[in-house]
């Protein structure tokens, strides 16, 4: 997993995530208001759950990870989910800016393990 995406995912799990609602706590941002929408504070689950300007790219995620989305431990602890979840980060374009284009493609290099689902495998230790 490159770093921009392993930076990106850590920061997902933490909160601490260039969004608008964790911005306009530091006065990075005008408002916590999503920009997208313009509905809500623009929070980690907002971006992953609710926003309505990526309903399509959201349905997807659904679709790949085969169940309902749940930001947490669920969505960010398993390779597979990790790969679907940078896609659709790919797909949104939401942190382009902040981390460069996360291709999906450049993620699904595999390492050598016997578990596809070992987060550890993934490149990535969660404490």
């Not at 969004?19 to 408002?31: D, I, M, P, V």
């Not at 659709?88 to 993620?107: A, C, M, V, W």
Request: aromatic fraction near 8%.
């Amino acid at each position: 997993m490159t770093r921009s995406a392993t930076s990106i995912i850590t920061q997902l799990r933490t909160q601490h995530v260039p969004l608008a609602a964790y911005l306009h706590r530091f006065n990075l941002a005008e408002s916590p208001t999503c920009q997208q929408c313009h509905q809500s504070p623009e929070t980690v689950e907002h971006y992953i759950k609710y926003c309505r300007a990526y309903k399509k790219q959201r349905r997807a995620l659904k679709y790949a990870i085969g169940h309902a989305t749940d930001v947490g431990t669920h969505l960010l602890g398993t390779r597979k989910n990790i790969r679907h979840l940078l896609k659709y980060i790919h797909d949104t374009k939401r942190f382009f800016e902040s981390h460069g284009n996360l291709r999906p493609e450049s993620q699904t290099q595999r390492t050598n393990t016997d578990d596809p689902d070992d987060e550890t495998a993934a490149g990535i230790t969660w404490g």
